[in-house]
Structures are given as C-alpha cells and as structure tokens.
C-alpha cells in the first residue's frame, strides 16, 4: 500500500482543514486507517483511526469533538476534517494504513501497529 496524503496548510485558530490521503493497492478495503501527527521535537501521537468498513472509529481525546474521520473505499481514499483548530494542533500529520483494525486503544493508537505510512502535510495554525 502506498499513501498520499494531502490538504495541509496554514489556518487561523477557529478553523478548519480537511486532508486527504490516497491510497493504492488492493488491500485498502480491508486496512483500518489512521492519522498521527507530529510536532517538532516530539513523539508521534495518535489522532484518530478508522475500521476497513469505515463503521467505527475512535479519537485521541484532544481531538474529540473537533476532528472527523471518514473514507471512501471507491476512492480508496481516507479523510480527516479538522474543525476548531487550535495552535497546539500544528503538526506534521501522517495517513497510515494496518492490516487489522484494533478496539484496543492500547494497540491502535501505537505507530508499530501500522504497517505503511504516508510522507506527512504541514498544518499550521495561528493564533
């Protein structure tokens, strides 16, 4: 699986970005998909993750209420709409793809649970 992400950018506090995050290969159905982020200096963390089905998810709860994921398996995309953005939320965010969707938050909220990863897009939001 290869992934594309796309869609970040510079933002005022209040706003809100949607990204994107293309995927090739035939397993994309079947991969629960996640977002992470980065900020400098930091630790990847997990932002929110979404079964092959597209039926559950669950979020980081520094992003409940504001963050939405979804996917087009037509598409063979994923997305992630980030409403009320705050300045803690620049990052790099990264798409990544696992072979097993985890209810676990134990195991999904883990980069070593995730098998292929996205090159990252900046989101920046200002104060």
């Known amino acids: 699986v290869q992934l594309q992400a796309s869609g970040g950018g510079l933002v005022q506090a209040g706003g809100s970005l949607r990204l994107s995050c293309a995927a090739s290969g035939r397993t994309f159905t079947s991969s629960a998909m996640g977002w992470f982020r980065q900020a400098p200096g930091q630790e990847r963390e997990f932002v929110v993750v979404?079964?092959?089905?597209?039926?559950?998810?669950y979020n980081a709860d520094s992003v409940k209420g504001r963050f939405t994921i979804s996917r087009d398996n037509a598409k063979s995309t994923v997305y992630l709409q980030m409403n009320m953005l705050k300045p803690e939320d620049t990052a790099v965010y990264y798409c990544?793809?696992?072979?097993?969707?985890?209810?676990?938050?134990?195991?999904?909220?883990?980069?070593?649970?995730?098998?292929?990863w996205g090159q990252g897009t900046q989101v920046t939001v200002s104060s």
């Open positions: 979404i079964s092959g089905s597209g039926r559950f998810s």
């Open positions: 990544a793809a696992a072979g097993r969707f985890y209810t676990d938050r134990a195991y999904y909220s883990q980069v070593g649970q995730y098998d292929f």
